[in-house]
């Protein structure tokens, strides 16, 4: 027998003898690895142009004329 057929073989014969909770343990930890590596990619992204993820507005921008710091009442 071919060695890659008699290899594919054992790969679906033990993947049709994996149970319901390791194909569901199987299934998570691969939903895991992809999350972590989309958090690599994007702390890396941050790490590479920190400025680019900031906004650009600041919480003084809805004011309107009010001065920084100054609010529509003060404490007594």
Not at 17 to 44: G, N, P, W
Not at 60 to 76: S, V
């Amino acid at each position: 027998m071919i060695p890659a057929v008699s290899f594919r073989m054992r790969y679906v014969g033990a993947a049709a003898a994996m149970s319901l909770e390791q194909k569901t343990t199987f299934a998570l930890v691969i939903f895991l690895f992809v999350f972590l590596l989309i958090l690599i990619v994007r702390c890396f992204r941050i790490l590479l142009d920190p400025y680019r993820s900031m906004p650009t507005s600041t919480w003084a921008d809805g004011l309107d004329g009010l001065e920084k710091g100054q609010f529509d009442y003060t404490l007594a």
